[in-house]
Structures are given as C-alpha cells and as structure tokens.
C-alpha cells in the first residue's frame, strides 16, 4: 500500500473518532431495549431523558471491557440477554462499593447470574404475574402502591414478573396472582451494596418507547432517586 493511502486511511479514521460522541445518537439498530432503537420495543426515548438530565456514556458488552470502577453516577441495565461472567461482576461489585447505583430492568432472570455472583439478597422471579387491575387488556398490571421515594401515582407494566427479596419500593395489588396464589408482589426494589446501592425492576418493558409516555412520570422520577 503506497504511504499516501495509508495517511489518508489515518486521516479517515481520526475524523471518525471526531464526529462519534456526535453520530452516536443517531445510530440506528432494531436490538430490542437498545438505547439506539427508535422502534417500539426500543429504549431511545428512555436515553433521550437520561442525556437530558446528565451524560450518558453506553457500554457494549463485555461489560469489563471499561473500568467501571473509575465511573461516578448510575450503571443501568435494561434487559440483559447473556449471562454476567466473572471479571464483569468484578467490576459491577468494584462500581457499587465506591458509592456507584445499579438500575437492573430484567423481567424473567437473565440479571439475575450476576445478582447472585454479587451475593446479595434480591433476585427477579421466572413466573408470570397478573393483577385484576389492569390497563386495556389483562396483560398490562397497573400498580399504584407506589413509595414516597419515586412520588408518582401510577406504572402500567407489560407482562410483568416480580421480586424476590429486598426492600420493596412499589407492590401491585393484593389481588395479584402467581401460579394461582395470591398476594402483593414487589415489583421495584432495592438493596445496599457498600456504599452503594442495587435497583430492581422486575419489567424492562416500562422503559421502553411504546410504553414511555404513559410511564414517563415514573420514568422521570426513577431517574431522579438513582441520582
């Protein structure tokens, strides 16, 4: 390859690097509860908010591929489908215990391998929950025993599971059902972790663009208490 095709292959890949924090909000992909899916089942109006109120800084799997531990702020994680391995829950566990936040949204387990490598004592149900108050068709909970910490009235879930363990931030109704049992189940939680903290919400479906505007209050407000 002659000198001057490789300056110019140089030059190319320095513009790159230039325009990409501004290129990134416009990348488009159709992975579902991507922050770069504008599609339904998308999380683009989710990360629209989040830039609106701080800096966002996405993380591509594998999550050690960054010191996590060297960030300040909130580590969400909006639907995980791989399991967590070791040297990524290293550094989840470092990040948590200098004062960092972990968001969890997973609705039937996949969170919870590094919930469990974390050994703590919270962990997302594999059962299907219904509720007999509900939005337009059964499949759609809504829960208003909501606590003072997220301040809102309502969330309309999307067939939801629910949370085992921890502090409980929001319940559905009594009359819920799992597996024809009934009781109020945990659907928002948390629990500490060094100096920091682990939340849990057990329907990753809440975040996403379909359903962002009827939960955008709660949205809002979550963000908030993350701090």
């Given amino acids: 390859?002659?000198?001057?095709?490789?300056?110019?292959?140089?030059?190319?890949?320095?513009?790159?690097?230039?325009?990409?924090?501004?290129?990134?909000?416009?990348?488009?992909?159709?992975?579902?509860?991507?922050?770069?899916?504008?599609?339904?089942?998308?999380?683009?109006?989710?990360?629209?908010?989040?830039?609106?109120?701080?800096?966002?800084?996405?993380?591509?799997?594998?999550?050690?591929?960054?010191?996590?531990?060297?960030?300040?702020?909130?580590?969400?994680?909006?639907?995980?489908?791989?399991?967590?391995?070791?040297?990524?829950?290293?550094?989840?566990?470092?990040?948590?215990?200098?004062?960092?936040?972990?968001?969890?949204?997973?609705?039937?387990?996949?969170?919870?391998?590094?919930?469990?490598?974390?050994?703590?004592n919270i962990k997302i149900s594999n059962k299907k929950l219904i509720d007999l108050f509900y939005s337009k068709r059964v499949e759609f909970p809504v829960v208003v025993r909501i606590s003072k910490d997220i301040a809102v009235e309502k969330v309309v879930l999307n067939e939801p599971s629910f949370i085992i363990g921890g502090r409980g931030l929001a319940y559905t109704s009594k009359v819920s059902s799992v597996d024809g049992s009934m009781n109020s189940y945990p659907i928002l939680a948390e629990v500490e972790y060094g100096k920091g903290k682990i939340i849990v919400l057990s329907d990753p479906d809440v975040l996403i663009n379909d359903m962002f505007q009827e939960n955008r209050e709660f949205i809002e407000n979550l963000i908030d208490y993350l701090g």
């Fill in 1 to 120: 390859m002659r000198r001057e095709i490789v300056y110019g292959v140089l030059i190319m890949v320095g513009i790159v690097l230039l325009i990409l924090p501004i290129a990134v909000p416009v990348i488009k992909t159709s992975a579902k509860y991507s922050m770069f899916n504008t599609g339904w089942d998308g999380c683009s109006e989710f990360a629209k908010l989040l830039f609106n109120k701080g800096k966002i800084v996405p993380i591509f799997y594998p999550y050690d591929s960054v010191r996590l531990r060297d960030f300040k702020g909130a580590l969400i994680i909006v639907g995980p489908d791989v399991e967590f391995s070791k040297l990524e829950v290293e550094e989840v566990k470092a990040f948590l215990e200098k004062g960092g936040v972990v968001l969890i949204a997973d609705d039937f387990g996949t969170a919870n391998t590094l919930l469990e490598k974390l050994d703590v």
